[in-house]
């Protein structure tokens, strides 16, 4: 039986535990033309020595146009040298380290969104490209892998739903069609990159578990090395919880498409401490364990956990200062006023 604290290998890639420390934009940290702040590149250095097995970055910006609000990217060149910085760190403490990719949408109804089904095909093929070259420069940035954000409404989950795409040419339709431009980003990038890069893929879950466990296998089939699932179009869904599953929803869904699929899975959302996450792993409900606001709260979270696995180290705001500003987030201040 594994537990998570145990090594795992994901290709040729080996992860010294079970331990993911989730995508989660920083926000109010800056950074300026899409080059991360150097607080935020700190923040990330900080985490490499901290018994996480692997880092995922908050979702970098694809594009310059869609790159509002100070945000760090991976659309240019000048990118890459942050994101080295950080993976240097990284490799010294065998922390793994992939770039979350997003094409910026903020979903149905927000100034921000984009109707996947006006946008005329060659700008479909643009993004494409996008995703493309930015993956490229997470490889020369020496990064493991990268995560294609396809979960939380943004672009790729609302390509790959049919409650949202209603395209009729071939990037819409059935599942196939659906997932072509997602199939395309990732041949094009396994035709480059070396036999190790894993491609990883955040995905939404969207309705009920028949049609998500069709979409994730659809998925694998295309060449998705992990699957990180999450929550997707949340306002359609009729999953049914177990009364007796002592997670929620978004963690049950990702239980489920474990048993479906032949790759790492993934899962996340309020798991909290280091045993619930251990009882997932050790029960194969997961390969991986993704914590959020618990690194935010406190990236000592791992090694206190080891002493206390039952540690929580989140205060569980009504509603999370890190949408505002971490330095606000009452564990920080605390933690800082300790130290
Ligand atoms: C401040 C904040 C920012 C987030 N930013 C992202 C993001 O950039 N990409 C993403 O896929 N999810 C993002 N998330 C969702 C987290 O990755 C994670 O799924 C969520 O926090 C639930 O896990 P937790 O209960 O362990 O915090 C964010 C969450 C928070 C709290």
């Not at 040298?81 to 990719?101: G, M, P, S, V, W």
């Not at 041949?187 to 069709?214: C, H, Q, T």
């Not at 090395?225 to 049950?252: A, C, Q, W």
Request: charged fraction near 30%.
């Amino acid at each position: 039986m594994a537990n998570i604290m145990e090594p795992i290998k994901v290709k040729n890639v080996e992860f010294k535990n079970r331990i993911v420390m989730a995508p989660m934009v920083r926000f109010g940290w800056p950074s300026l033309n899409g080059i991360m702040g150097q607080k935020l590149v700190n923040h990330y250095k900080e985490a490499a020595d901290k018994e996480i097995a692997l880092i995922i970055t908050q979702a970098l910006s694809v594009s310059e146009e869609r790159n509002g609000r100070g945000r760090p990217g991976v659309f240019l060149d000048a990118h890459i040298d942050y994101l080295k910085e950080i993976h240097e760190e990284c490799i010294k403490n065998d922390t793994r380290l992939f770039a979350q990719l997003s094409y910026p949408t903020s979903g149905y109804g927000s100034n921000d969104y984009i109707d996947v089904n006006k946008l005329p095909k060659e700008k479909l093929i643009d993004i494409r490209d996008l995703f493309i070259r930015a993956a490229e420069r997470c490889e020369k940035a020496g990064l493991e892998g990268i995560e294609l954000h396809g979960a939380h409404k943004f672009f790729l989950n609302m390509i790959t739903s049919h409650i949202s795409n209603k395209r009729e040419d071939r990037y819409g339709g059935d599942l196939n069609g659906r997932i072509a431009l997602v199939k395309e980003i990732v041949e094009s990038i396994k035709s480059y990159v070396k036999d190790d890069f894993i491609v990883s893929y955040r995905m939404g879950w969207n309705e009920n578990l028949d049609a998500d466990i069709n979409t994730a296998k659809a998925i694998e089939s295309i060449g998705i090395d992990m699957l990180h699932s999450s929550s997707g179009i949340t306002d359609r869904k009729d999953i049914k919880v177990p009364e007796d599953f002592p997670y929620n929803e978004i963690v049950y869904v990702g239980t489920q498409l474990k048993k479906n699929l032949s790759i790492p899975v993934i899962v996340v959302n309020n798991i909290r401490t280091l045993n619930r996450g251990n009882y997932l792993v050790e029960e194969n409900l997961c390969d991986f364990v993704a914590y959020g606001k618990p690194f935010l709260a406190d990236v000592n979270f791992v090694k206190k956990s080891l002493r206390n696995s039952n540690y929580e180290a989140c205060f569980k705001c009504n509603e999370c200062k890190w949408f505002i500003d971490g330095d606000k987030c009452p564990s920080q201040v605390k933690l800082n006023r300790s130290k």
